[in-house]
Every structure is written in structure tokens, then in C-alpha cells.
């Protein structure tokens, strides 16, 4: 087995009294796409963003490359490395496109200017979004926007990528041109975890799906596993109530 | 003798004295204004950095919070007025009858003073920001200090502008409250050409005129300052018009993970 990327132990978040994840233990390693499904509130995102440090955890750890990235990893080199894209973009609103995916690198990774340029030119292609360099995000659409979000993420040259809904927030028909950008990342060997609703996604594209329910990983497992023959009734009825929808 | 002989007679005579208060009004308020903004700018950064771990630091960040906090409330809490009597004679009795230069002090005076306002409007802005703003930057590395010069302030700054033009016309009228320490400004000279020349109304009238034409100016300045910061409503498409699907540019030799 290759060596874990990221490795979660008995990870636990409460907002206040309530406690959202109760006890995840879960590992990636590299080159992995990892699919994380399960109704709204089942603690999908927290968990992400528990991975990103945008939230802290109240228990348990996260460990890097075997260090734990509370306590022996400098956030902002962590952060570079376990970069993240958001259901809602969060693009640098006074910046336009080729300035989004710069910052970062100057300011972060203390790359030059013109290198900096390069490298975001470089993947800006790769989303296709190099006629719109010039453009500012409220100028783009939704898919523009997160096409734009994987090519910030991406020049920073990051270890894993972490993907909160990244389609929920589309139009239906821009939903395929960010998929498909999120599938060839996959199949170059970009380490992913990926929070879906998309189931088609989750099926095809990942190595493993994780089904969580009630801040618990209720049941994991390869693609065809999960949803070709659940085991759990949580998961039955998940995917009942989804694909019948 | 009617309204418009008095006002000819006292420009004739004192004109140039009321012009030359308007360069220590202008530059009083607009070094003022700008220090202020600043101080504003400053003291936001600071108020919205994040709760560090580190027990020390956060001793200290709640120390200088509370100083912020005690500086804002006291400036905006008191007369301009007082608080250049303050200020200026507070100065004096501590360093045994030796005044500070007048305009330095005026412009000391009106700084600090549209520091406090501007601390607020700035904090109001940084609010204002969406969260998301915030987690983009945190979620690629970039600290509260890269994020704040490169992605909220430059937001901020577009907001605020009309609240900070406010202060600036403010500023523009309030110097003339400088006048109680003897600053040489608009104002000063208005009453002074009163006094010597018996007509008090068409003095105020032309220091009014005048006044007003500042702000006037200024405000439209602004206005112009605040659509420059807007920028384009098009861009510049680079290559075609049209928008190419994403898998045309994605070659699979080209890893994107290198």
C-alpha cells in the first residue's frame, strides 16, 4: 500500500454543545480520489474543513505526511500543500482572474512575478479559462468562477486537493465543464477528497467512497461496493431516497 | 449701503488674507484626513486579527485591543474643540510653557481625531467583507497580514471611500474649531476681517462661499476617485470570443500534479 498522504485519527468537532463529528478515522494516500457522501449535517464539510484547519478540531488528530498539523506543521506551508475549493468559489473579489491565481504563490510560496505568472497562466489553460485572464470573478459565471478556483488551487502546486460541494452552487448545465476538469485532475494522479452530491461522480471517478452519517464514517469502501451492494441500512436508505429523487 | 458693496468692500480689502487661510485649511485636512485614515486602517487590521494560541500573544493583542478600544470611544466621545485645547496646552504644561508649532499641531489634532472615526468605518467595512474572502485566502496559506494588504483592505477600501469623503468634508469645515488655539486657517481670517471691518455678515458670507466651494470640489474629486477604483465594466477576452469547453485545453501528458 502507498504511503498515507493524510491520516485522521479519532477526529472529533463540536460547535458549542453540539458535536457534528463524533469519530472519524479515515487515510488517504497519494494519488487517491476519495469520495465523501452523505445527507446534509452529516458532518462531510466540517470534516473538510477540519482537513483545511479553517476549522479546529476538538479532539483527536490529523496527521501529514505522519506529522500532526496542529502542533508540529507551520499552518500556512500545511495549507499550501491541503489547498482547498469551495462550494461558493471564494474568489479574490478585487482581482481578476490571472491575479487570483498569483497571489497565492507570491505571497505564500514567495515565487516571482513572472514565474508566478507562468504557473497560473499554465493551469488557467489546463481549466480553459485563459481567454478571461483580464476578467474580474463577478464578471464570470459559476463554472467560470470554480474553473478559476481549481486553477488557484493548483498553481500553488498543492499535495491534495479538497473539493466542499464544488457543484452544488451551478447551474445544471455548468456542473459538467467543472466534473470534467475534476475528472482529468483525477486521472493525472492529483490526490483528491471530493464532498459530493454527485453520485455519478462519486461512482465513476473515485477510487473509494466514503459514506458518513451522524458525524460517523458509517460505511467505506470502492465505488461498486458502496453502491452497487451496501452493506449498512444507513446506506441503503441514503442512496434509495437519493437516486430516487 | 447695500449687501453686495459691503461684500466687494471687505474682498477688496481682506480677500487676500481669506485666501491665503484657505492653503493652512486644505492642508490641515487633507494630511489630517489621510493620517487619520491610516490610523483607521491600522487599528482594523489589528482588531480583526485572530485569536492566537500563544497565552503571551494574546495577553498582549487584548491589551492593545483595549487601548483601541479606550481611544476610539474617548476621541469620539469629546469636542474637536477640547480636544485641541487639550492637546496643545497639555503639551505646553508638560514641557514647561514651550507650545508645538501651530499647523503640526492643528494637523496632529485632526489626525488623531478622524483616526477614532475612521478605526469605526474601517472595522463597519472589514465586517461588511464575506466570509469567503477570508477562508480562499486561509485555505491556500496566506496569513491574516497577506490576506488583510492584498484581498480585504483593497475591498474595504472601495467601500469606505464615501464615509471617508464625509470625514474629509468634515474635516474641511471642522479646522476652523483650530482657530481656538490660533491656527492661521479659513476661518481665522473670515473673523478677523470682520472685526477690523465692522461687517460681520458679508465676511461669514464670502468665508461661506468659500467653504463650500472646497468641499464642493473635493467631494466631486472623490466621487471621481471612487469609479476609477471600480474599474472597467468589460474586459478584454484574450484570444476568441467564445468559451472553450474545459476538456479542449486539458492534454493528459501535461500531469497537473507535475
Known sequence: MAEHVIEIKHLKKSFGENPVLKDIDFSISKGETVSV?????????????????????????????????????????????????????????????????????????????????????????????????????????????????????????PEVILFDEPTSALDPE?????????????????????????????????????????????????????????????TKNFLSRFLNQ | MSLFEDISKVWSKYGDTILSGIANTVIISIIGTLIGLLIGLINGIIRTVPKPKNPVAKVVLTVVNWVINVYVEVFRGTPMMVQAMIIYWGYAYMNAGSTLPLIPAGIVIVSINTGAYITEIVRGGIISIDRGQFEGSASIGMSHFQTMIHIIIPQVMRNILPSVSNEFVVNIKDTSVLNVIGVTELYFYAASAAKNSYKIFASYLIACAIYFCLTFTITRILRLAERLIEGKENYTVFGSQSDFPAEIHVSKEESANG
Open chain 1, 174 to 234: 455548468m456542473v459538467g465543464e467543472v466534473l470534467s476538469v475534476m475528472k482529468r485532475l483525477s486521472e493525472s494522479g492529483m490526490t483528491m477528497i471530493v464532498v459530493t452530491h454527485e453520485m455519478a461522480f462519486a461512482r465513476d471517478v473515485s477510487d473509494r467512497v466514503i459514506f458518513m452519517n451522524d458525524g460517523y464514517i458509517c460505511e467505506q469502501g470502492a465505488p461498486e461496493e458502496v453502491f452497487g451492494a451496501p452493506k449498512r441500512e444507513e
Open chain 1, 37 to 157: 457522501i452523505g445527507s446534509s449535517g452529516s458532518g462531510k464539510s466540517t470534516m473538510l474543513r477540519c482537513i483545511n484547519l479553517l476549522e479546529t478540531p476538538t479532539g483527536g488528530e490529523i496527521l501529514f505526511h505522519g506529522k500532526n498539523i496542529q502542533t508540529e506543521l507551520e499552518v500556512s506551508k500545511y495549507r499550501a500543500k491541503v489547498v482547498m475549493v469551495f462550494q461558493s468559489f471564494n474568489l479574490f473579489n478585487n482581482l481578476n482572474v490571472l491575479q487570483n491565481c498569483v497571489i497565492g504563490q507570491t505571497t505564500v510560496l514567495g515565487r516571482g512575478k513572472e514565474e508566478a505568472r507562468k504557473k497560473a497562466m499554465e493551469y488557467l489553460e489546463k481549466v480553459g479559462m485563459t481567454p478571461y485572464i483580464n476578467a474580474k470573478p463577478r464578471q464570470l459565471s459559476g463554472g467560470q468562477k470554480q474553473r478559476v478556483a481549481i486553477a488557484r488551487a493548483l498553481a500553488m502546486d
